[in-house]
Nanobody, 130 residues
Framework: QLQLVESGGGLVQAGGSLRLSCAAS????????IAWFRQAPGKEREGVSC????????VYTDSVKGRFTISRDNAKNTIYLQMSILKPDDTAVYYC???????????????????????WGQGTQVTVSS
């Protein structure tokens, strides 16, 4: 059973940076597309970014383009989300999620839909103060 555990959240001032990690166990990640989602209080869950199984392709929601970078180290079974120039609107619980990738399931097809993902972490809180 694939398990995902996020870490790296915390409290940071606006303009600061954080790096989130998503560590996987129970199954190698090299056949899975991985996405980061976030959910702020009173708001719907939002897809933040997604990375292909090889790490060669990425996609971002518009609000984080140029500020966030998703990456992966399949040898370490870990995915990262480097967040820079953080804003108070980035405050949320951040989750990583995994789904098998293949010719019939390209990584970027409906990547922002939570229903696509089979495995989820428990989340890590990110709070950005103004």
């Amino acid at each position: 059973q694939l398990q995902l555990v996020e870490s790296g959240g915390g409290l940071v001032q606006a303009g600061g940076s954080l790096r989130l990690s998503c560590a996987a166990s129970g199954f190698p990640l090299d056949h899975y597309a991985i996405a980061w989602f976030r959910q702020a209080p009173g708001k719907e869950r939002e897809g933040v970014s997604c990375i292909s199984s090889s790490g060669g392709s990425t996609v971002y929601t518009d609000s984080v383009k140029g500020r966030f970078t998703i990456s992966r180290d399949n040898a370490k079974n870990t995915i990262y989300l480097q967040m820079s120039i953080l804003k108070p609107d980035d405050t949320a619980v951040y989750y990583c999620a995994a789904t098998p990738e293949g010719p019939a399931r390209p990584y970027d097809s409906s990547w922002y839909s939570g229903a696509k993902y089979d495995h989820w972490g428990q989340g890590t809180q990110v709070t950005v103060s103004s």
